[in-house]
């Protein structure tokens, strides 16, 4: 460890796999999704958020905190989604409009939720059995942590509140 910029060579590999069974991953999971359902990966990710909120409703940005996407990016895909009527936009006591799941946008993630989990059980959660699957959600955890401590040193005092 820490031997200096370069990976060696069983550390290239290992990066170079992870970056290709992730990148096929997405890959499969969005065409099945498009293909089966009609749905994006990205109307997906909308959709489950709003279907696992309480009221089946968020502030864009709350959405936008979910998927940890830009505030443009999120404006330019709900207009998309709720011109197909998958959500809409409704107004609530504050200035800002919540988005909420339609019918339609529930009988769509109702849809393709089950066989997007078995999917995802069999490229993904069988493959890596339960050991080594408790050892990757604990590492990809520690990853995370790592870099929102870094990303937190990265800011100005005057930015992290101190």
């Not at 290709?20 to 990710?45: A, C, I, P, Y």
Request: aromatic share 6%.
């Amino acid at each position: 460890m820490g031997k200096g910029p370069w990976l060696d060579d069983d550390e290239q590999k290992a990066w170079r796999s992870y970056l290709l069974m992730r990148k096929t991953l997405e890959t499969h999971m969005e065409r099945h999704l498009q293909r089966e359902f009609g749905l994006s990966g990205s109307d997906f990710e909308i959709l489950v958020n709003l279907s696992e909120a309480e009221t089946g409703r968020m502030r864009a940005f709350e959405l936008g905190q979910a998927t940890q996407w830009e505030k443009s990016r999120m404006s330019h895909h709900l207009t998309r989604m709720e011109k197909r009527g998958l959500v809409r936009r409704e107004s609530c006591d504050s200035r800002y409009p919540e988005v909420a799941i339609t019918a339609e946008g529930r009988a769509a993630i109702e849809a393709c939720a089950p066989e997007h989990a078995a999917r995802i059980r069999k490229f993904f959660v069988d493959v890596f059995g339960p050991e080594r699957l408790t050892a990757l959600g604990e590492a990809s955890d520690e990853v995370v942590h790592t870099i929102r401590q870094h990303e937190s040193s990265d800011c100005p005092p005057e930015v992290r509140g101190a």
